[in-house]
């Protein structure tokens, strides 16, 4: 079924060390992975993005890579901020029966100074 | 542009009652959607649409009706509200169905007494 699996659902790690986020996909068509950031109390926002036809994308302390083989794909912080502190989703777009963006269950992420 | 904009952001309902959720967007998006977010549940797909008079059920659709009479506008209605639709939604929109940023709303809290 339509499906995306995230974890784990709680993280803590200490500033200045690296986060590690994953998430599973079960339709072999998706072909766009992003990954969101939510504050508390506020609306999601898109934090970095990847298409299916690279493996690795980064932007600054965060990266995403995907293996599309085994429909895993990751997301990394390095370098920790308190600032990082928040929830994070994956998502993946579902083709079957129209295209839908279906969202992990999300990890909630402490940083702790 | 003021982006996705929601009302109310706060409402109580009495078990039984109905009521719309109000979501416009000025950014001549095709792509609209509701989500509903619960604790340690992510973002849950309710219902969507890919353009002006489509739309189709998303994981959750059942308890809520949606229309797309304009690209501006989705309207989502509570037919007769119950605790268990107590939640955050979310409205949300993007250029296309697939490979672009998904902007969402502020959110509503909705409280089903």
């Known amino acids: 079924g339509e499906n995306v699996e995230q974890h784990p659902s709680t993280l803590s790690v200490q500033e200045g060390d690296s986060a590690v986020i994953k998430c599973t996909y079960s339709?072999?068509?998706?072909?766009?992975f992003p990954w969101y950031k939510q504050e508390l109390g506020k609306r999601p926002q898109l934090i970095i993005d990847?298409?299916?036809?690279?493996g690795e994308k980064k932007d600054q302390r965060i990266a995403v890579t995907l293996n599309k083989t085994a429909k895993h794909f990751s997301l990394h912080i390095t370098e920790t901020q308190p600032e990082d502190s928040a929830v994070y989703f994956c998502?993946?777009?579902?083709?079957?029966?129209?295209?839908?963006?279906?969202f992990g269950a999300g990890t909630r992420l402490f940083v702790k100074a | 542009n003021a982006g996705v904009t929601q009302t109310p952001k706060f409402q109580v309902l009495k078990t039984g009652q109905s009521m719309t959720l109000q979501c416009a967007q000025d950014?001549?998006?095709?792509?609209m959607s509701w989500y509903r977010q619960d604790p340690g549940m992510g973002l849950r797909l309710i219902h969507y649409?890919?353009?002006?008079?489509?739309?189709d059920q998303g994981e959750v659709p059942n308890g809520y009706n949606v229309s797309r009479s304009t690209t501006e506008d989705f309207p989502l209605r509570l037919l007769s509200a119950a605790p268990s639709q107590t939640s955050v939604y979310f409205c949300?929109?993007?250029?296309?169905?697939?490979?672009?940023?998904?902007?969402f709303g502020e959110g509503s809290w909705l409280t089903v007494v």
């Open positions: 949300a929109s993007s250029p296309r169905v697939t490979g672009n940023t998904i902007y």
């Open positions: 649409s890919v353009g002006a008079g489509i739309t």
């Open positions: 990847i298409r299916s036809n690279v």
């Open positions: 950014m001549n998006h095709e792509y």
């Open positions: 998502a993946a777009i579902y083709h079957t029966g129209g295209f839908k963006t279906i």
């Open positions: 339709d072999s068509a998706s072909n766009y």
